[in-house]
């Protein structure tokens, strides 16, 4: 059975296919991409240079001993610099959450610029020396960093690790009894109970992905020796969604009977809107990015709903950039013959993925025992995967 969708050109990074007008970008994409763009990055190098220049002045003044009142309107616009940049750190920290200053895009670095910037800020309030200017300067200068742009790439051929994002919906035509749990699961049990439904189907499924996800990372592939395939840092997140969207588990070490009874949790309920689901899994990827780590994400729905092109671009082609592309799967699940909503979003995220054995598909399910097999085949199938790792010393200005 074949899943993939054959790739057969390299991502472009333009902007020759822009989404039609009316797709509307989200207000926290907009905000989140407004701060990782280069011009508040330069804005920041340029108030940076302004706080420096400032504060230099009033060193040079306070040699002479003269504009005494200069000097004070010196120090309250450094000051009110300073808490410019101590806004953008609490403001990244609000959007991205705090391990963005640990594993996000540079992240360390930005850590380190957090640490100058509420350094420089303590420091003009609190230390009351005639040297505090002095401090402040030394402080601000470290934040050049930002300028530069050497880096070195590594090729890593070990085993790759995967952040599995499952966007499975759960709307109310998900309590749909056509389809339900085969009789032949380990599951059946648990599912007959309280899951006899077409989201029963999809939780079983959702388990067999899981074991065999476990049980494939021991298998030798045609591209990794036996050895490096014995190195486990799978993390796998689940995000329910109607008409609104929940995390039922995030980042977690895959541990299938553990996470299988988290789902048994949760009913069907509700809509159906992909705008909210395509934005929690954006959020689960940021929080948790890890360069080392290949994204992907599985979407499974019964039915249509509007397409949230300008986001889904969007976010494909940031995850691309940092070498860190999404490789969405979609599944329609259920009797309907088609739709174009899933199969849109597949075309949009294989624009920003490479060719190679792991690919964007779209997939027509019609019943619990080919789903099964599907989700099956996608897990056993990311052992063929090599992932090109880059290491940046410093953070580029683009």
Same mark, same amino acid.
């Given at each position: 059975?074949?899943?993939?969708?054959?790739?057969?050109?390299?991502?472009?990074?333009?902007? #020759?296919?822009?989404?039609? +007008? #009316?797709?509307?970008?989200?207000?926290?994409?907009?905000?989140?991409?407004?701060?990782?763009?280069?011009?508040?990055?330069?804005?920041?190098?340029?108030?940076?240079?302004?706080?420096?220049?400032?504060?230099?002045?009033?060193?040079?003044?306070?040699?002479?001993?003269?504009?005494?009142?200069?000097?004070?309107?010196?120090?309250?616009?450094?000051?009110?610099?300073?808490?410019?940049?101590?806004?953008?750190?609490?403001?990244?920290?609000?959007?991205?959450?705090?391990?963005?200053?640990?594993?996000?895009?540079?992240?360390?670095?930005?850590?380190?610029?957090?640490?100058?910037?509420?350094?420089?800020?303590?420091?003009?309030?609190?230390?009351?020396?005639?040297?505090?200017?002095?401090?402040?300067? #030394?402080?601000?200068?470290?934040?050049?960093?930002?300028?530069?742009?050497?880096?070195?790439?590594?090729?890593?051929?070990?085993?790759?690790?995967?952040?599995?994002?499952?966007?499975?919906?759960?709307?109310?035509?998900?309590?749909?009894?056509?389809?339900?749990?085969?009789?032949?699961s380990r599951n059946y049990a648990k599912l007959k109970n309280s899951h006899d439904n077409r989201l029963g189907a999809v939780y079983d499924a959702v388990y067999?992905?899981?074991?065999?996800?476990? +049980?494939?990372?021991?298998?030798?592939?045609?591209?990794?020796?036996?050895?490096?395939?014995?190195?486990?840092?799978?993390?796998?997140?689940?995000?329910?969604?109607?008409?609104?969207?929940?995390?039922?588990?995030?980042?977690?070490?895959?541990?299938?009977?553990?996470?299988?009874?988290?789902?048994?949790?949760? +009913?069907?309920?509700?809509?159906?809107?992909?705008?909210?689901?395509?934005?929690?899994?954006?959020?689960?990827?940021n929080k948790h990015f890890d360069a080392t780590k290949t994204n992907i994400v599985i979407f499974l729905s019964d039915g249509e709903a509007d397409v949230p092109?300008?986001?889904?671009?969007?976010?494909?082609?940031?995850?691309?950039?940092?070498?860190?592309p999404i490789y969405l799967h979609t599944v329609l699940f259920g009797l309907d013959t088609g739709s174009d909503s899933l199969e849109r979003m597949v075309d949009?995220?294989?624009?920003?993925?490479?060719?190679?054995?792991?690919?964007?598909?779209?997939?027509?399910?019609?019943?619990?025992?080919?789903?099964?097999?599907?989700?099956?085949?996608?897990?056993?199938?990311?052992?063929?995967?090599?992932?090109?790792?880059?290491?940046?010393?410093?953070?580029?200005?683009?």
């Amino acid at each position: 059975m074949s899943y993939g969708a054959t790739i057969t050109e390299f991502p472009r990074y333009d902007d #020759s296919s822009k989404v039609a +007008q #009316s797709s509307q970008k989200s207000a926290y994409t907009s905000f989140a991409e407004f701060l990782e763009s280069k011009r508040l990055m330069v804005w920041g190098l340029i108030f940076t240079t302004i706080d420096i220049v400032a504060l230099a002045a009033v060193i040079l003044i306070r040699l002479e001993d003269v504009f005494t009142q200069f000097i004070e309107l010196l120090l309250k616009l450094s000051l009110v610099i300073n808490i410019m940049f101590a806004i953008d750190v609490l403001l990244r920290i609000i959007v991205f959450g705090p391990m963005y200053f640990r594993k996000g895009k540079h992240g360390l670095l930005h850590a380190f610029d957090a640490f100058l910037v509420l350094a420089a800020l303590s420091v003009g309030i609190f230390l009351k020396i005639k040297e505090t200017e002095l401090i402040e300067v #030394s402080l601000l200068s470290l934040r050049y960093w930002r300028i530069f742009t050497a880096h070195v790439k590594v090729i890593e051929y070990k085993y790759p690790a995967f952040h599995i994002i499952l966007v499975m919906d759960r709307s109310g035509s998900m309590n749909g009894t056509d389809i339900t749990p085969t009789e032949k699961s380990r599951n059946y049990a648990k599912l007959k109970n309280s899951h006899d439904n077409r989201l029963g189907a999809v939780y079983d499924a959702v388990y067999s992905f899981m074991d065999a996800r476990l +049980q494939t990372r021991y298998q030798p592939s045609s591209r990794t020796p036996l050895i490096t395939d014995r190195i486990d840092r799978d993390t796998i997140s689940l995000v329910l969604f109607d008409d609104e969207a929940d995390v039922i588990f995030e980042n977690e070490k895959i541990k299938a009977d553990f996470l299988f009874n988290k789902m048994l949790e949760y +009913q069907t309920r509700g809509g159906t809107d992909f705008g909210v689901a395509i934005e929690k899994a954006d959020l689960l990827i940021n929080k948790h990015f890890d360069a080392t780590k290949t994204n992907i994400v599985i979407f499974l729905s019964d039915g249509e709903a509007d397409v949230p092109e300008y986001d889904l671009d969007s976010i494909c082609k940031r995850n691309a950039k940092k070498n860190s592309p999404i490789y969405l799967h979609t599944v329609l699940f259920g009797l309907d013959t088609g739709s174009d909503s899933l199969e849109r979003m597949v075309d949009i995220a294989k624009k920003y993925t490479p060719p190679g054995p792991v690919t964007c598909s779209f997939t027509k399910v019609m019943d619990e025992v080919v789903l099964t097999n599907l989700f099956t085949s996608i897990a056993s199938n990311l052992r063929e995967h090599k992932k090109e790792y880059r290491w940046w010393l410093f953070q580029i200005t683009n």
